[in-house]
C-alpha cells in the first residue's frame, strides 16, 4: 500500500479521538452552501466522505435529511453513535450507494482531496438533482494566526503536512461555475494536551512509528507550555472554512 492509500485509511483506528477533538463546520459556511437551492425547505443531503460525523451532525442540527457515507467501518460506527437521525451507508465517492437524482446537495468536508475526482465528480453528478449543489469545505487553522504557524513547525514529522488546495477540484461538464467563500470558525481547546490530541488525529501522525510520534509529541507539549496564550487553561485556536459550490446543470 502506498503512502497517499495507508494516510487515507489511517484514521479507523483513532476513530474514537477523531470525533472527540476535531473541529467541527459553522453553520454560516452550511446555509451559504445550499442558496443556490433557494428554499428554506427540508432537503436530501448526502455527506460524502462524512468520517465521525464532524459535518453531519451540522447538516441534521439544521433540519436536513441526511444521508452519511463514509468508506471507513469505525468510522461509520462512530458516526452512527454520535449522530442521530441519520441514514448511515458504506460507500465511497467513486461508487456511491444513492439512486440516481435523489438528492439536492453532495458536502464534503476536508475529504476532496482523498478522491479519485475522475471517478468521483460524475458519481456525485449521477445522484445530484439538477439544480442540486455540490459543497466541497475546507477547514483549517487560521494562516494570520502566528504562534500556530510556530507550533506546525514544532509538530513536523518525516510524513509532510497534506496541505489541501481546494482550487485542484476539477472542472466537470455536469456542473457550473465554482463559486468560493472563506468563513472565520473558533476551535475551543480545554488544555495544550487537547490540541496535541487534535493534531494526532492527523494523517501525517497516524503513520509514523511511536517513537516519532511520541517525540513530536514532546516538542508540540514544550511549545504550548512556553507561551502564553497556551500554557494552561481553555484557548481558542482562529480557524477558516473554505467553502467552495457548484450547482448541477441540466443536459
Do not use: C
Not at 494566526?145 to 472542472?171: C, G, H, I, K
Request: hydrophobic share 45%; net charge negative; no cysteine.
Amino acid at each position: 500500500m502506498d503512502l497517499h492509500a495507508r494516510r487515507a485509511d489511517s484514521f479507523g483506528a483513532q476513530a474514537e479521538a477523531y470525533a472527540e477533538h476535531r473541529p467541527d463546520y459553522p453553520v454560516a459556511a452550511i446555509r451559504w452552501a445550499l442558496e443556490p437551492l433557494n428554499t428554506s425547505e427540508r432537503l436530501e443531503v448526502l455527506d460524502l466522505a462524512a468520517g465521525t460525523g464532524k459535518l453531519t451532525a451540522g447538516l441534521v442540527a439544521e433540519g436536513h435529511r441526511v444521508t452519511a457515507v463514509e468508506p471507513n467501518e469505525q468510522m461509520l460506527s462512530e458516526l452512527v453513535r454520535r449522530v442521530h437521525d441519520v441514514r448511515a451507508l458504506p460507500g465511497h465517492a467513486e461508487h456511491i450507494p444513492v439512486p440516481d437524482q435523489t438528492v439536492d446537495a453532495v458536502f464534503v468536508g476536508t475529504a476532496f482531496h482523498w478522491f479519485d475526482q475522475v471517478k468521483a465528480l460524475p458519481e456525485i453528478a449521477r445522484v445530484l438533482r439538477p439544480g442540486g449543489v455540490l459543497a466541497a469545505l475546507w477547514i483549517s487553522p487560521d494562516p494570520d494566526l502566528e504562534w500556530y504557524t510556530e507550533f506546525e513547525r514544532a509538530s513536523a514529522s518525516s510524513v509532510e503536512s497534506q496541505r489541501n488546495n481546494p482550487l485542484d477540484v476539477m472542472a466537470h461538464p455536469s456542473f457550473g461555475a465554482m463559486e468560493e467563500k472563506t468563513f472565520p470558525h473558533v476551535h475551543r481547546r480545554d488544555s495544550p494536551e487537547a490540541l496535541i490530541a487534535t493534531v494526532n488525529t492527523h494523517s501525517r501522525m497516524l503513520v509514523v512509528d511511536e517513537e516519532e510520534r511520541a517525540s513530536i509529541n514532546a516538542k508540540m507539549l514544550a511549545f504550548l507550555r512556553a507561551r502564553p496564550e497556551t500554557s494552561n487553561g481553555p484557548f481558542d485556536v482562529s480557524m477558516v472554512v473554505e467553502a467552495f459550490r457548484m450547482v448541477r446543470v441540466s443536459e
